[in-house]
């Protein structure tokens, strides 16, 4: 690799599409038993965490996202105590569910030990010391297949994957949302990462097709990743009933639970990312118009 390559990190995003963030050092590589990982300092978006040549998380816009893939869900729980974690090898996603004092046990369930290990020496700014919480337990394990031995056990399910493409393709089809079904409580719901609807809308359409034909209720929302493919980042949230509250109650959980301060989520966001634009609702509409009589879902 030459001197003026070396400088940046470069992810294809789309063929034509391309993300070049400038590298200061870079910190760590391995091929592990699953990936590629990279860990850089960049020169303007702190620590870089990358898997297979994808950016997973900068410092800079880290909490964008693992506020957003959290909050939401457990903010529509009443008391949510027990929440599995799948992936999320960086810990920012169960550092952000171990902000609600109701959570009692978390189980972190992780296919790639090298990147925990990794994470932990190399991004304490993300994982705030989650591996030392005496609520959290490590799980060695594909997700997929450790779920299934659980029945009606969980308040929240949170799948902290890589984009619904290769190796986490399982995490985002039927059989695995079936499994969430049984594993989950009565009132408990699922939450996931969907991708991108402006570069990936199939992969977006895939999972809100495959949720609808497993949950009794499915809300899709956004929010903005600046260093994700367009920005625009979609999630999901499925259960058997999914709760409406409104601006006051959602403001009266997050002062009752202490989420202050938060760099991106906030009751008004929670609200306003349910809002999708026409085109994002299109597509939503294209699955329902292929699959009409299959299932509803609230959107």
Same mark, same amino acid.
């Given at each position: 690799?030459? $001197?003026?390559?070396a400088?940046?990190?470069?992810?294809?995003?789309?063929?034509?599409?391309?993300?070049?963030?400038?590298?200061?050092?870079?910190?760590?590589r391995?091929?592990?038993?699953? %990936?590629?990982?990279?860990?850089?300092?960049t020169?303007?978006?702190?620590?870089?965490?990358?898997?297979?040549?994808?950016?997973?998380?900068?410092?800079? $816009?880290e909490?964008?996202?693992?506020?957003?893939?959290?909050?939401?869900?457990?903010?529509?729980? $009443?008391?949510?105590?027990?929440?599995v974690?799948?992936?999320?090898?960086?810990?920012?996603?169960? =550092?952000?569910?171990?902000?609600?004092?109701?959570?009692?046990?978390?189980?972190w369930?992780?296919?790639?030990?090298?990147?925990?290990?990794?994470?932990?020496?190399?991004?304490?700014?993300?994982?705030?010391?989650?591996?030392?919480?005496?609520?959290?337990?490590i799980?060695?394990?594909?997700?997929?297949?450790?779920?299934?031995?659980?029945?009606?056990?969980?308040?929240?399910?949170?799948?902290?994957?890589?984009?619904? *493409?290769? !190796?986490?393709?399982?995490?985002?089809?039927?059989?695995?949302?079936?499994?969430?079904?049984?594993?989950?409580?009565?009132?408990?719901?699922?939450?996931?990462?969907?991708?991108? !609807?402006?570069?990936?809308?199939?992969?977006?359409?895939?999972?809100?097709?495959?949720?609808?034909?497993?949950?009794?209720?499915?809300?899709?929302?956004?929010?903005?990743?600046?260093?994700? !493919?367009?920005?625009?980042?979609?999630?999901? *949230?499925?259960?058997?009933?999914? !709760?409406?509250?409104?601006?006051?109650?959602? %403001?009266?959980?997050? =002062?009752?639970?202490?989420?202050?301060?938060?760099?991106?989520?906030?009751?008004?966001?929670?609200?306003?990312?349910?809002?999708?634009?026409?085109?994002?609702?299109?597509?939503?509409?294209?699955?329902?118009?292929?699959?009409k009589?299959?299932?509803?879902?609230?959107?």
């Open positions: 690799m030459r $001197d003026n390559e400088e940046f990190f470069t992810e294809e995003q789309t063929k034509g599409v391309h993300l070049k963030i400038r590298v200061r050092q870079w910190l760590f391995q091929k592990t038993a699953y %990936q590629e990982l990279v860990i850089a300092e020169t303007e978006l702190g620590r870089l965490l990358a898997l297979d040549g994808k950016v997973m998380l900068t410092e800079a $816009d909490a964008f996202y693992h506020e957003m893939l959290v909050h939401p869900v457990l903010m529509n729980l $009443d008391k949510p105590e027990k929440v974690v799948i992936g999320g090898g960086d810990g920012g996603t169960v =550092r952000e569910v171990l902000r609600h004092p109701s959570v009692e046990t978390v189980y369930v992780e296919i790639d030990e090298a990147v925990l290990r990794a994470c932990r020496q190399w991004l304490p700014s993300v994982h705030a010391g989650v591996f030392n919480d005496p609520r959290v337990k799980v060695i394990a594909p997700g997929e297949q450790w779920l299934t031995q659980w029945t009606a056990s969980f308040d929240a399910i949170i799948v902290d994957s890589t984009d619904p *493409i290769g !190796p986490a393709l399982p995490l985002f089809e039927i059989p695995f949302f079936l499994t969430c079904r049984q594993a989950l409580a009565p009132q408990g719901l699922l939450a996931l990462q969907c991708g991108t !609807p402006f570069y990936f809308r199939e992969e977006v359409r895939m999972v809100w097709r495959n949720l609808r034909q497993v949950f009794e209720s499915v809300r899709l929302y956004l929010g903005f990743v600046p260093t994700y !493919p367009s920005g625009l980042w979609a999630y999901a *949230i499925a259960g058997q009933q999914l !709760p409406q509250w409104d601006l006051t109650e959602l %403001q009266r959980r997050q =002062r009752e639970r202490g989420l202050f301060p938060c760099r991106y989520y906030s009751p008004e966001i929670h609200l306003a990312s349910s809002v999708l634009p026409p085109f994002v609702q299109e597509l939503l509409e294209e699955v329902g118009a292929r699959d009589g299959e299932g509803d879902g609230d959107g």
